[in-house]
Nanobody
């Protein structure tokens, strides 16, 4: 499975960005998908996840109400709509996938088998 992220960039605080992740090489509809991020000097952290059927989503408390994860199984795409961005959202954002994982493990990075190369998001004050 190959994952390629796009959509990162520089945005002012309060602005919006939409990240995209294109998946290939696997049966996309059978994979749980997630976004993680890693800020400079910090560990990688969970941002959001969406189950393989798309009916269940999960968010980190820090982004709840501001970010929305979605998927298009027909296009093998996952999206992260980020609104009301804050400087603390500055990080490299990674798309990750794995075959169906237990819901209790969906926010754990080690649960994911495949990762993209990351896309940079910088939020200025």
């Amino acid at each position: 499975v190959q994952l390629v992220e796009s959509g990162g960039g520089l945005v002012q605080a309060g602005g919006s960005l939409r990240l995209s992740c294109a998946a290939s090489g696997g049966t996309f509809r059978d994979y749980d998908m997630a976004w993680f991020r890693q800020a400079p000097g910090k560990e990688r952290e969970f941002v959001a996840a969406i189950r393989y059927r798309g009916g269940t989503t999960l968010y980190a408390d820090s982004v709840k109400g501001r970010f929305t994860i979605s998927r298009d199984n027909a296009k093998n795409m996952v999206y992260l709509q980020m609104n009301s961005l804050k400087p603390d959202d500055t990080a490299v954002y990674y798309c990750a996938s794995t075959p169906r994982v237990a819901l209790s493990a969906i926010a754990i990075s080690s649960s994911y088998d495949y990762w993209g190369q990351g896309t940079h998001v910088t939020v200025s004050t």
